[in-house]
């Protein structure tokens, strides 16, 4: 009998003691937001790992390799530049080239063309500047070609023709070597003739063409005089054959004065009070 009263009285002690323990037994409510670990929470968020300005630099710096196609271009762009020239200077190295790797903020400085003009075969001296700093100096032979559109007949042009364009077509071609003292394409051709006959299809030369007469000697003209706030108009006689632009000696048809005039086309003259 005691001994079960000692029991009693240990089950009603525990339940007092223990009351009350459940409310620690209780889920722990978590936001899943937070950071189990709040000493590492500045690992976790920190932003990528950043460079100064100079390391940034270096590393965005792209790189650029100058074969020798490259190398041709960049002569061909040099070689235009120094000698303004007309059309489109196209390089081509007659000598092996090693590909080198530079920054694409490299320059290329000619210093030296032998000879100092534009010849179908040249020797140049150049160097490679990256970053700054000098990479070396190099010479190499080269060929050059300058191409330009030229007139070429279209038709045979009898001897004495007064030329036009409708006479021609344009022809792309290196004007340094065979094709050399041709009419370049931009050449107005009103106030030229031919002084040879020339076949179909052969390119116009410099030596084939003069400069038109426009005016005849013995022809009777207008004359324009001008200034001082006068405008005067006349009749003359040319004494001379005379091209656009240039100058003929005019007789005053009214006084028999002689004087010269600037050639406007091919019945009119200008002269200046």
């Known amino acids: 009998m005691k001994a079960i009263l000692s029991f009693s009285l240990f089950v009603i002690l525990s339940g007092a003691v223990f009351a009350g323990v459940e409310r620690f037994l ?32 270096l590393a965005l710096q792209k790189k650029e390799l100058i074969t020798s196609q490259r190398l041709e271009q960049l002569l061909s762009e040099s ?10 200077i196209v390089v081509n190295l007659t000598s092996s080239w090693k590909t080198i790797e530079l920054n ?28 700054g700093k000098k990479v070396g100096n190099f010479a190499l032979p080269i060929r050059v070609a300058q191409m330009r559109d030229i007139y070429v007949s279209a038709r045979s042009i009898t001897y004495g023709a007064k030329l036009s364009k409708e006479d021609f077509k344009l022809q792309r071609v290196d004007v340094l070597k065979q094709h050399a003292n041709s009419v370049p394409g931009s050449t107005n051709l009103s106030s030229f003739q031919l002084d040879s006959y020339l076949s179909a299809n052969s390119p116009l030369k410099w030596s084939n063409i003069s400069k038109a007469n426009l005016i005849k000697k013995g022809q009777v003209i207008d004359v324009f005089a001008s200034g001082n706030g006068i405008y005067v108009t006349m009749k003359g006689l040319a004494l001379e054959d005379g091209a656009m632009d240039s100058f003929v000696k005019v007789r005053n048809l009214s006084s028999e004065k002689e004087f010269h005039a600037k050639v406007l086309s091919e019945n009119s003259v200008k002269v200046s009070l």
């Not at 976790?44 to 300005?53: E, T, V």
């Not at 235009?80 to 489109?88: N, S």
């Open 104 to 131: 694409s903020d490299f320059v290329l400085k000619l210093s030296d063309v032998s000879p100092d003009e534009l010849s179908p075969s040249c020797f140049i001296r150049f160097s490679l500047w990256d970053s």
């Open 79 to 88: 070689i235009q530049h120094r000698f303004q020239a007309i059309g489109e």
């Open 26 to 57: 209780k889920p722990l409510k978590v936001n899943p937001q937070e950071q189990l670990f709040p000493g590492k929470a500045n690992a976790l968020i920190r932003a990528p790992f950043s460079m100064d300005r100079s390391h940034k630099v």
